[in-house]
């Protein structure tokens, strides 16, 4: 799997190099209060990457009566730095595994009242905190580049996964995933949030069911790209103390350190992540997939529409995206930049559109918004709250509300579309074999190399 392996008895047994302290078993009254759970029912967990999404997902776990977090892993020690180009609540805030720790501590003591708590280690190195046996599950909220190496190493470990969108970095990763978690049994859930709302599941079964007629085009679309990237003479940098570089790249191509490759803008370098169509169109595309009952396969052509690229300087994603997805069925999938982001279903016999961040439907006819499904209609799977239903699923090894195929076949529309624009063309793809039928090129894209010693 990974490079290099740990003997889990001797990391037990001494302390780890990066590791604040040792877990304790925190008392009953930190966990669940009156409603004690008792420590057989408690799923305890581990956090793979402790940035703003990193620390967001932990902080719903951890209200979650019966889930216990004895671990939190980073190469950032700890940094203000997420929001200084990413606006939205993050400018100023610390993160990083010393302040994820420390949100835990502080958590944990002030519930059970005691006002100390010293029992949740940090970790520079991911592997150390998969090597416990007392960890059942991982959150995996990395750089996309980490995503399938840290997934299938839990897998091997027989942890379950909650894995942040967009699941993989290629294709080829995504479907190594499937097939770990496959083979060693383990619960999985992408962190693709919109199959856990009423609003979007209403949506999918008025379209599933018929109500706007035969589904023709889904409109996925999302904001802009790289608006603020480093000019084409930008300069290394040096790395900052709170940083374990080598470790933040890991198996991406060496480079020299910017403070625009790391945290949220790393999304732009192709090395690291797909841009904003991975990682804003994994969730409208993964409602598409939802609606047009796809979640299984994928389209059968992808087609660049004029997306557009930076000419030089650092990022190197695609600054306005545009392709198109055709399906075997005929509905076509758009996805594009543009200023209102806005997911629009349209079919023979009528159309529903939503905002991104609102869950104001309108739509034609008007009456679709107080339609009843019947009882003998099609009613797709239910879940309220995404992280709880991932350790439900965990306790009954039952199916998540977003399982590791549907992610994977979501983030690939994704990652075909991506191809498609680089390489400014229209290619025909085969969703069975997972490769495109009239393009060597493409399909040399389908993956990447991975700088030793990793390897999946």
Known sequence: MSGRSIDRRTFLKT??????????????SALGGSGYVAPSERVTMGFIGVGGMGTSNMRAFLAQPDVQVLAVCDPVKASDQY??????????????????????????????????????????????????DDIDAVCITTPDHWHAICAIEAAVAGKDIYCEKPMSLTVAEGRAMAEAVRRYNVVFQTGTQRRSSQTYRFIC????????????????????????APPSDWAAMPVPDWLDYEMWLGPAPWAPYHKDRCLYT???????????????????????????????????????LGAEFPSDGLFTTATKVNFRARY????????????????????????????????????????????????????????????RNFVDCIKTRGQTAAPVEVGHRSVTICHLGNIA????????????????????????????????????
């Open 266 to 304: 790393f999304r732009f370098l192709e090395d690291y992540s797909g841009g904003q169509t991975t990682n804003l169109g994994a969730h409208g595309i993964d409602v598409v997939q939802w609606a047009n009952g796809t979640d299984e396969t994928g389209p059968v052509e992808v087609e660049d």
């Open 328 to 387: 075997a069925n005929g509905a076509e999938l758009v996805c594009r930049t543009q200023k209102d982001e806005i997911y629009r279903f349209e079919g023979t016999e009528g159309w529903i559109q939503v905002p991104v961040y609102s869950d104001e439907i309108t739509c034609h006819p008007e009456s679709l918004k107080t339609t009843v499904i019947g009882p003998d209609e099609i009613h797709l799977y239910v879940s309220n709250d995404h992280h």
């Open 15 to 28: 302390t780890a190099a990066g590791a604040l302290a040792f877990p304790t078993v925190v008392r009953s």
């Open 205 to 228: 079964e008025l379209i599933r069911n018929g109500r706007i007629g035969k589904l023709q085009k889904a409109l996925v679309a999302i904001g802009p790209n790289n608006k603020q």
């Open 421 to 456: 624009m680089k390489l400014k063309g229209k290619f025909q793809w085969d969703p069975a074999s997972e490769r495109f039928t009239d393009s060597q090129q493409a399909n040399a894209l389908l993956s990447k190399a991975m700088r030793g010693p990793w390897r999946l």
């Open 83 to 132: 929001g200084h180009w990413y606006k939205r609540g993050w400018n100023g805030a610390w993160f990083g595994r010393e302040p994820a720790a420390k949100i835990v501590e502080n958590d944990y003591a002030s519930k059970d009242g005691s006002g100390r708590y010293k029992g949740c280690a940090a970790y520079v190195d991911f592997r150390e905190l998969i090597a416990r």
